[in-house]
């Protein structure tokens, strides 16, 4: 089977928690060592090139604006060929403090993996969720999970349960 990639850039640590508890649900159903673990930090575009299979997971901050270690990750991932990779977005943020901008960072990602040739997975609906705009958003979907830890945490766990048993059949996996 092939490794998946799970690559998150956090400031506060939220994300970091999640891309945690991700792994160990998926290595639950896959085994343990089928997920490698990565922060984003400092990393190069072979580090990310390497899996077919990658979760990509990364908060918004500052009205719609990037995590400073994805910011700076974005001339590499313009240069990745995402060609018969499958990416799987998740993203955290704040549905009512910043209601206009909700989990932005994951709508910009989205086109730079797409116009590479990745085939995006693990849409989530945007039912439950009260925020106004997104760029994450495309009709009723978003186009990876959507976490809030700041409004909704007790929604966290389940919601991590279902993607990745969502992903798990994406990914055929399963
Ligand atoms: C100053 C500030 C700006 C923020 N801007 C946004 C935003 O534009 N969109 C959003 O969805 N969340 C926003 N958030 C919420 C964070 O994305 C959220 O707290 C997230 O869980 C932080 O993740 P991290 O701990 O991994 O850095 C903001 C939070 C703060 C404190």
């Known amino acids: 089977m092939s490794k ?3 690559f998150y850039g956090t400031d ?3 994300t970091e928690r999640v891309s945690k508890r991700i792994k160990e649900l998926l290595e639950e159903k896959l085994g343990a060592g089928s997920v490698d673990l990565l922060e984003i930090f400092r990393k190069k575009k072979e580090d990310m090139a390497q899996y077919n299979l990658l979760i990509l997971g990364m908060p ?4 719609g604006e990037l995590q400073g270690d994805w910011e700076e990750f974005i001339t590499e991932m313009t240069q990745i060929d995402f060609t018969g990779k499958k990416v799987a977005f998740f993203g955290l943020g704040d549905q009512y403090g910043y209601a206009s901008y909700f989990c932005d960072a994951l709508g910009l990602f989205g086109e730079i ?4 040739g990745a085939q995006l997975t693990g849409m989530w609906p945007v039912k439950g969720y009260e925020h ?3 760029k994450a958003q495309r009709g009723d979907q978003f186009i990876g999970l959507c976490i809030d830890t700041d409004n909704q945490d007790e929604l966290t766990e389940e919601r991590c349960a279902e993607w990745v ?3 798990i ?3 055929n996996l399963s």
């Open 169 to 171: 059949g994406e990914f």
């Open 4 to 6: 998946i990639g799970l």
């Open 12 to 14: 506060t640590g939220n």
């Open 113 to 116: 993996v797409e116009k590479n």
């Open 165 to 167: 048993n969502q992903i």
């Open 132 to 134: 106004d705009f997104s």
């Open 60 to 63: 918004t901050w500052y009205d």
